[in-house]
Every structure is written in structure tokens, then in C-alpha cells.
């Protein structure tokens, strides 16, 4: 696997209490977790056709236990609600969202080309240890 660009201006957590409220409160109504199976080992309960298609150069969500969509949802919405956001357009939502599970993974969502409302996540891996430690430093924090 090829690490992943790390010098992406969109690709940032917004300053804390950057967005209000009722901001984070339109784009966790309108953000939706759809889940890839370029970023799957096992296809849990996502109905992927075919189940999983794993790319090589894809970080994965589920190397280290499955993740089933309910709970890659609610840490969408978790990662939201906190704040866990990169800067969104006006009017639109932010592409990346990130979250850290119950073990205190990292995970990073992102939206699916041609489809804005719609996020895929995937935790990220060893490679990304400064921006795994940036966005644990924020969770911790909000």
C-alpha cells in the first residue's frame, strides 16, 4: 500500500467551535454512510455487489475486526456532532469527517466521488501516525 498525500489543504480538522450548531446539526442530517467495497475485507451487513473488492493502494476499515454499518454510521454522526470535520463550502457538506472508536482507532470518512452527501471511511493505518495523533489529540479535546 502507497502512503497517501499528506500535504492536502482540505484534508484539515476545522478549529473548534469554527462551525455552529445548527451548521453541524444540516450536515449530520444530510450526511449519509454508504460504506465502499474498495475499502472492505469482509462485507459484513453492507449488501456490496461484489461483496468486497479491496484495492492494494486502498486503506482498509476492517483489517483489525469487521465494522457493520450501523456503527461506521454512528461514528459519522459522532465525528460530526464533535466537530470532526474539515471546512465545508457554504452551503455544502465537508468532505472529510473523522472519528475514533470505543479501542481508539482512527478513522477518517470521506465523500464519494459524484455523491457529496455520501461517505466512506477507513481507519487509518500506521503510515498516518501524525495525523492519527492529530485527530486522537481532538477527540480528546471535544
Not at 6 to 28: C, F, K, M, S, W
Not at 107 to 130: C, I, M, S, V
Request: charged share 30%.
Amino acid at each position: 500500500m502507497t502512503k497517501r498525500q499528506g500535504n492536502r489543504p482540505d484534508r484539515r480538522i476545522v478549529p473548534g467551535n469554527t462551525l455552529a450548531a445548527g451548521e453541524l446539526q444540516r450536515i449530520a442530517a444530510a450526511a449519509r454512510y454508504g460504506g465502499s467495497a474498495l475499502h472492505k475485507l469482509h462485507p459484513g451487513d453492507y449488501e456490496f455487489d461484489p461483496p468486497v473488492n479491496p484495492r492494494p493502494w486502498k486503506s482498509v476499515c476492517d483489517d483489525k475486526r469487521v465494522i457493520l454499518k450501523n456503527e461506521a454510521a454512528a461514528m459519522l454522526a459522532e465525528g460530526i456532532r464533535r466537530g470532526m470535520v474539515s471546512q465545508p463550502r457554504p452551503g455544502q457538506l465537508p468532505k472529510y469527517v473523522w472519528a475514533v472508536d470505543a479501542s481508539g482507532e482512527v478513522y477518517e470518512a470521506k465523500t464519494t466521488p459524484n455523491q457529496d452527501d455520501l461517505y466512506h471511511g477507513y481507519r487509518l493505518g500506521d503510515d498516518e501516525h501524525q495525523m492519527r495523533a492529530e485527530v486522537l489529540n481532538e477527540w480528546n479535546k471535544r
